[in-house]
Antibody
Framework: QVQLQESGPGLVKPSGTLSLTCAVS?????????FNWVRQPPGKGLEWIGE???????NYNPSLKSRVTMSVDKSKNQFSLKLSSVTAADTAVYYC??????????????WGQGTLVTVSS | DIQMTQSPSTLSASVGDRVTITCRAS??????LAWYQQKPGKAPKLLIY???TLESGVPSRFSGSGSGTDLTLTISSLQPDDFATYYC?????????FGQGTKVEIK
């Protein structure tokens, strides 16, 4: 059973950088899946942030692309998200999620439990 | 970006009711649509992908249909465990986008 677990600071100062890590267990990061970040502001809907493949290829949401960096650490079977120049609008629950593998992919079959990140001074 | 619009935003229903939620895409998505269920404080759970394919382990009372720009999620007989918020998501083209959600409440 694949499990994903987010970790990182729950409080980030405005203009700072949000940094989160997602540890993958029960499966390999080096499989044929892409791994994603999705966020959800309190009481609002879901927003896809971007995805990364084990080889380092990435796709980012254009609305966040200038501030997002994703990376993988295959030795630790985990991947990471950095979001720079944060504001209160970046306050959200951040989820990591595994993409479905296959010829057509893009939906998420496994999710982490989510971690709340608050941007405040 | 492809905009996904769900209706209704909130739905009040009783146990045993047949419930239908609609998701309209701003352009054709060739059936590349997923549906998720989310309960308070929990991560979304995949219900359906490719518009109508039921994810393993999901009860058969859930079904998806539609094509082009108008797709639907139907719960044939609402159960107590089904009161939750439901989201559609297109994966036809980047960036992947979600509908705003439909909250299914107890009537």
């Amino acid at each position: 059973q694949v499990q994903l677990q987010e970790s990182g600071p729950g409080l980030v100062k405005p203009s700072g950088t949000l940094s989160l890590t997602c540890a993958v267990s029960g499966g390999s990061l080096s499989s044929s899946h892409w791994f994603n970040w999705v966020r959800q502001p309190p009481g609002k809907g879901l927003e896809w942030i971007g995805e990364i493949y084990h080889g380092g290829s990435t796709n980012y949401n254009p609305s966040l692309k200038s501030r997002v960096t994703m990376s993988v650490d295959k030795s630790k079977n985990q991947f990471s998200l950095k979001l720079s120049s944060v504001t209160a609008a970046d306050t959200a629950v951040y989820y990591c999620a595994r993409d479905s593998a296959g010829i057509v992919r893009g939906y998420f079959d496994y999710w982490g439990q989510g971690t709340l990140v608050t941007v405040s001074s | 970006d492809i905009q996904m619009t769900q209706s209704p935003s909130t739905l009040s229903a009783s146990v045993g009711d047949r419930v239908t939620i609609t998701c309209r895409a701003s352009q054709g998505i060739s059936g590349w649509l997923a549906w998720y269920q989310q309960k308070p404080g929990k991560a979304p759970k995949l219900l359906i992908y490719k518009a109508s394919t039921l994810e393993s382990g999901v009860p058969s009372r859930f079904s998806g249909s539609g094509s082009g720009t108008d797709l639907t999620l139907t719960i044939s007989s609402l159960q107590p465990d089904d009161f939750a918020t439901y989201y559609c998501q297109q994966y036809n083209s980047y960036p992947w986008t979600f509908g705003q959600g439909t909250k299914v409440e107890i009537k």
